[in-house]
């Protein structure tokens, strides 16, 4: 983590030549994995990869998820495991890229609401320089998904509302379970994670379509926010550019409207299905 806080930031940060009239930022990249041999390089080395790929695909700036290990399992060299089995972690390469690159990188925080120190891990959240939010995964694999259910985090989305934190929230699909916490806290900004959508997808495409109802329906919630992430592998059926998803996506700007609605590509975890640029240029290209 000290390598961040010595790290001088680069006066003119490195952007790619664009072609859009427009910044495009993808709001969720585990990016600290999407170069090879990610899990042994120095990060530095890994950070200057990174961008050579965000400059090749057409990306202006990225929200850092940063993620070390499998997607459930953790690497322990970022991650504390305190006496209560709460764990708390560690974003070196978020600090890094933010501190290095300020204009095109900020990272969200993962606070685990069992954490002892939670309210003030809360309260220190925006201190830090290109921290921008939160990102908590209350589903079956963590054990968290009856807690979520029953209310048990209410005392973390209280300590966002004292704070003015956004909370980027993934459901895997049981949207229901989020409507009483978008009821008691309505200052809260709460952001639905990869189209509310289940993760495997149901094989049918009426079952993808309904639950893309059932998120749209949310939207009544003005403290509710869209991210547009993992569509053409979880909603869509078709090939790329995924036309099925049209008529889905136009319809989700029109419930939300473009200031509740953002992309992301989550690429690392969506490789095997579609690249990074496909990810991107299927919304770009889509009429």
């Known amino acids: 983590m000290q390598v961040a806080h010595h790290q001088e930031p680069r006066s003119q940060p490195r952007r790619r ?13 585990h990016l600290n994995r999407v170069a090879a041999g990610w899990n042994e390089g120095a990060l530095p080395d890994t950070l200057e990869a990174c961008v050579a790929v965000m400059d090749a695909v057409g990306v202006d700036a990225v929200l850092i998820d940063e993620r070390w290990g499998s997607p459930i399992a953790n690497d322990d060299r970022h991650i504390e495991v305190l006496p209560n089995g709460a764990m708390r972690y560690h974003a070196p390469f978020g600090e890094l890229a933010a501190a290095t690159y300020p204009e095109r990188f900020a990272y969200l925080a993962r606070i685990d609401r069992k954490d002892p120190e939670m309210p003030d891990l809360m309260a220190e959240l925006r201190r830090n320089p290109g921290r921008l939010c939160a990102r908590i ?12 259910a029953a209310g048990h985090y209410d005392a973390y989305f209280e300590a966002a509302r004292r704070h003015s934190i956004a909370v980027f929230v993934l459901t895997l699909g049981r949207v229901e379970h989020l409507v009483p916490y978008l ?8 952001i639905l994670d990869h189209c509310g959508g289940f993760m495997p997808a149901p094989q049918q495409r009426e079952e993808r ?14 403290n509710l926010a869209l991210k ?18 049209m008529p889905w996506l136009r319809r989700a700007m029109d419930a ?3 200031r509740r609605m953002m992309w992301a590509s989550d690429c690392t975890q969506t490789r095997n299905h579609h690249s990074w640029a496909q990810a991107l240029y299927y919304l770009l290209h889509a009429e």
């Not at 995964?137 to 807690?147: A, D, K, V």
């Not at 009821?183 to 709460?190: A, H, K, L, N, S």
């Open 228 to 245: 547009w992430s993992r569509a053409p592998q979880h909603t869509s059926l078709d090939p790329y550019p995924y036309l099925d998803l």
């Open 209 to 222: 379509f309904a639950q893309m109802e059932k998120v749209l329906a949310l939207a009544r919630y003005p």
């Open 17 to 29: 030549p664009s072609a859009n009239p427009f910044e495009i930022v993808d709001t969720q990249v």
């Open 183 to 190: 009821i008691r806290f309505p200052d809260v900004q709460f």
């Open 137 to 148: 995964e209350p589903i079956p694999q963590r054990g968290e998904l009856e807690p979520f």
């Open 256 to 258: 939300f409207g473009p």
